[in-house]
Nanobody, 121 residues
Framework: QVQLVESGGGLVQAGGSLRLSCAAS????????MGWYRQAPGNKRELVAT???????NYADSVKGRFTISRDNAKNTVYLQMSSLKAEDTDVYYC???????????????WGQGTQVTVSS
């Protein structure tokens, strides 16, 4: 069974920084793309940033230049460094990973439980 466990959310003032972490554990044969999404109550979940297994990244326009996604393949962990935070960045942030649990299975999407990021203005 695969689990994604997030950490690092919290309350920060506008202009400040936070670093989110997400570690994948359990039965894992291979991890492909990993990413971060965010969602406010009543809104659709939206992409923040993704990173492939070879390090190629993609960002939402709203976070380009302020957020940086990275990963440590040896630790099965993805990070999101958030800087110059704005009040509109307030959301629940979810980690996502496309994982092949074993050589005999397909590739599936897994999600973390979400971590709250609140930016006070």
């Amino acid at each position: 069974q695969v689990q994604l466990v997030e950490s690092g959310g919290g309350l920060v003032q506008a202009g400040g920084s936070l670093r989110l972490s997400c570690a994948a554990s359990g039965s894992i044969f291979s991890i492909y793309a990993m990413g971060w999404y965010r969602q406010a109550p009543g809104n659709k979940r939206e992409l923040v940033a993704t990173i492939t297994s070879d390090g190629s990244t993609n960002y939402a326009d709203s976070v380009k230049g302020r957020f940086t996604i990275s990963r440590d393949n040896a630790k099965n962990t993805v990070y999101l460094q958030m800087s110059s935070l704005k009040a509109e960045d307030t959301d629940v942030y979810y980690c996502n990973a496309r994982i092949q649990p074993s050589i005999r299975t397909g590739v599936y999407d897994y999600w973390g439980q979400g971590t709250q990021v609140t930016v006070s203005s």
